[in-house]
Each structure stands twice: as C-alpha cells, then as structure tokens.
C-alpha cells in the first residue's frame, strides 16, 4: 500500500553471526529522489557483489518526494523545522540503524561504504555534508550524480507554497496536509511540481536539483548547512575517500535517436552550434582529439555529456584539494552489443557491472566475454575500495588517485586503461563559453 511507512532495509551477507568483520556496501537507489526503490532493477540485486567479494551489502528504500522533501519550516514553524530535509533524515536512521546491528550479519560498523547512483549519488553528496551523518560511514562513490549544490530555502519553499495552493489550503492550515489521502496529496504535488518555474541555466553549469528533479534536500542550516560541493567540497567528510564518474553517454544515447548511423558531420556541427555558438567547431576539434574514432553521433554524444561530467570532475577536484583523503574518477565506456550497438554507456549501464551481475543480466551483457571481465574489474575495484579505501587490484590497470596536476581517470571498458585530463580542453572551452 503507498503511505510513509516505507523504511525497509535489504540485506545480503555471506554469513550471519559470524566472527568475521567484512566491508559494508550500503547502496542508494536512483529515481532522482522522486521516485524507484532499492528493489525494482534486477541489477540491484546484492548476493553476487556479496558472495564474490565478501561484503555486506545492504539497500533501503525511504521517503522520496513530497513526503520527503516539502519544505513546511517557514509555513508551520518549529512543528516543520526539517521536514525539508527529512528524506535524507530517513538515509541517516538506516546508516545507524547499520551502525548498531550490522554486526549480526558479518559487517563491519566501523567500515561502511555508501555508494549510489544518479539520484543515489545525489543522496550520498548530501550524507558527506551532512552533521548527523558524520561518522555513520567512511567511504563514499557517487555515480552519475552531477550536483554541486543542493535546493535553497527560496525555492523548495515555493514549491510547498504552491502545492497548498493546489490543495485548496491556506497557509494556517498546514497541519491538515497530515490527513490528506496519499493519491490526492501525490497528484497535488506532481501538480505543483509542474507549475513550478524552472530556471534556465547554461551547459556549462551542469545539474543543480531543481533544474534536473525538482524535488531534493534543501540547505535548511540545520540538517544540511551548506550546499555540499560548493564552493568547496564538504570539510565534515574530508577524512572520507571518494571515488566519482560519470557514463560516456549520460544524456544521448542510441536508442532514442534515428539518427545514430546516419548523422553527418554537418549535422553534428549544427547540433552542437545550436547549444554552444560560436564556439562550436573549437569544442568539436577538441573532443575529437579524445575520441579520434568516434562518428558524428558518438562524438556528438560525448560533448552532450559535458553537462555531467564538468560537476563529476570538479567533485574529484575538489576533494583532492582538501588534501586529508584520496579521491578517484572515472568515465564508463563500455557498449552492450544488443540492439545493433544502439544503446552506448547509456545512463544508468554501470550498475549491473558494479554489482558483479552480467550474468543474470544477460539482456545488457548478452554473454559478451568482455562483459563478464569487466563485471568482475569494475565489482572488486568498488569492493577493493570499500575495504581499504583505494579501489586497485591485480585484475585491472593501476587507477592513480586524482590530482589538479594529472587528473587522472579511469576508463572502464575493455580494456581499461587510465587517461590523463580526458575531455580536458573541450570541458574547458565549454566551461568559459
């Protein structure tokens, strides 16, 4: 039944009350804190990742949208002071839910990973900038979660705001929102949601919640103080290693597009001079010096990708400026071959690698050979990382930590092979049109 009462906790483990202390993976699902589950994709499924590398791995599911991020605090007052930010609360409760118990089941309190993607990477951006999560873990991953900053005050108001009005209530009334029938409140919401201006931003400035989701943790002062990777990363979790990447077609993909074989280069210069101007061809010329192979469409949709990559980067970046732990990049490259080599390393592609599943996820590897090495290089590198903090391991090339000066990166393909400053001149000229 939909309601609140949703804080379930999933957990695989190789051994339960055993003496052994294994890592602690603790996953957060994507869906961009609007919706998913940490059970609906089959590449979540956690007993591979667990068996194979003896790790703990445990999912949850949590207060996503309206129930988990409607800033009431300046309409109902002390009653409502972190209901902004009460999704994210739920994370917190879970990790020391953890803390206390995972020991039952073989996991290690004092060596817990949280990993998650798109919109679980968001999650884990905001739990490093976050005060009652301090402690609760010790490495963090965030895949394809671009954010830099989290909601102001302002504008997750506003939303609350327009949602009472869409409801019929005035602002006195706000505890009644309490008794409101799920699918009323639900459709009131996505309402809302739909009315609420959205601001216009430039490529060059990636995603922020509200230009990407709409609904996401607010920087209340209190539960989130500051927004989390901006204009540094967050000094609470300097300690904490971080490893972050993005797919190399995070927003174009084959698949939605006819036009994968055919595009000409005249059309992929219009394309990309119809969103960065005259500085186009220099953009162009620049990504082709990365990929010198690519067609039309491919290069194409790696530039459409700079949108993720510049704030992926810059988290590496900016928590390798911090100077107290290591961070780590990467760039997913990798291409299913089903549906005539369509898809590319669409958004979302790394999971099943991540979690040691090509093989029950035949319908993305398809008993490709290379997918089952790469499943296993990319699944030990994360457990690798969970357990000592440094993803490396014989199975794969050797993956430097990233500094301003290298900005070394990870390509995850077959074969891996480590890139220095990749897409280095063309994010640059993106970032300073």
Known sequence: MPGEDCL????????????????VMVY??????????????LSYEGESLARNHYVVVVNHNHR????????LGAIGGDDFAMSSNVGMLDIVAVLEWVRTHISRFGGDPDNVTIFGQSGGGGKVIALLAMPAAKGL???????????????????????????????GLS?????????????????????????MSKPRISPRDGYGWETAVGWG???????????????????????????AGTNLNESVHGVDHPDITTMTIEEMKQRVGETYGNDGEAIIAAYRQDYPRATPFGLYAAIATSRWRIPAFAQASRKASLGAAPAYAYIYSWRTPVLNDRPGSF???????VFDNAEICDHYSAGDPGAFVLSK?????????ARTGNPNHNGMPHWPAYTADTRATMYFDTPCEVRNDPEGKGLKIISQS
Request: proline share 8%.
């Open 8 to 23: 379930r906790v999933n957990i695989w483990t190789p051994e339960i009350k055993g003496s052994h202390k294994r890592p």
């Open 28 to 41: 957060m699902h994507g869906g961009g804190l609007s919706g998913g589950s940490g059970h609906d994709l």
């Open 64 to 71: 996503l949208n309206v129930y988990g991020y409607l800033n």
């Open 137 to 167: 873990f010790h490495r963090a991953i965030i895949q394809s979660g671009p954010f830099l900053k989290a909601l102001t005050p302002d504008y997750s108001q506003r939303i609350a705001e327009m949602l009472i009005a869409e409801l």
């Open 171 to 195: 602002k006195s009334q706000v505890k009644e929102l309490q008794q409101i029938p799920v699918d009323r409140l639900s459709g009131a919401a996505a309402e809302a949601m739909a009315k």
């Open 217 to 243: 943790p607010t920087v209340d002062g209190n539960t989130l103080p500051d927004h989390p990777f901006d204009p540094g990363a967050p000094a609470i979790s300097a300690g904490v290693p971080l490893i």
């Open 347 to 353: 958004h979302a592609s790394e999971i099943s690698f």
């Open 377 to 385: 290089q990319m699944s030990t590198a994360w457990a690798s990382f």
